[in-house]
């Protein structure tokens, strides 16, 4: 691949990803502002995604043997801790993986059992 053609990709999926982000304020405004239904579901649907990623994370936890889950349960925790004081769900979300990265690594729970 020549490099004008990688530099023409990457600036179309920076325009489309940019176009994509602002489309939504152009078109909802003080004016006209966003209707009811897509207020409500912009409120519900990131908690949806939220439970959804919770359920895909645990789905291949083997609780039957050792750490017996811990590494999963922790994290969870930690992340729901983490938002409930702080509020700041990037924060809680890095620090959660980064904790479960670490119990990983580390095998530390397994070691206990």
Same mark, same amino acid.
Request: hydrophobic share 60%; aromatic share 14%.
């Given at each position: 691949? +020549? ?5 023409? $990709? ?16 152009? &078109? ?5 502002? $966003?209707?009811? /239904? ?10 949806? /995604?939220?439970?959804?990623? &919770? !359920? ?19 994290? &969870?925790? +930690? ?8 509020? &700041? ?5 890095? $620090?959660?993986? $980064?904790?479960?990265?670490?119990? !990983?690594?580390?095998?530390?729970? !397994?070691?206990?059992?």
């Amino acid at each position: 691949m +020549s490099d004008s053609y990688v530099v023409s $990709a990457l600036l179309i999926a920076a325009a489309t990803t940019y176009a994509i982000r602002v489309f939504p304020f152009l &078109i909802f405004n003080a004016k006209h502002p $966003a209707p009811k /239904v897509l207020t409500y579901l912009g409120r519900v649907l990131s908690l949806g /995604v939220v439970g959804m990623l &919770i !359920v895909y994370g645990i789905k291949d936890t083997s609780f039957n043997a050792p750490p017996y889950g811990l590494n999963e349960i922790l994290a &969870i925790v +930690s992340v729901a801790l983490l938002q409930w004081y702080l509020k &700041i769900f990037v924060l809680s979300v890095l $620090a959660g993986s $980064a904790i479960y990265m670490w119990l !990983v690594q580390s095998k530390v729970l !397994v070691g206990i059992f």
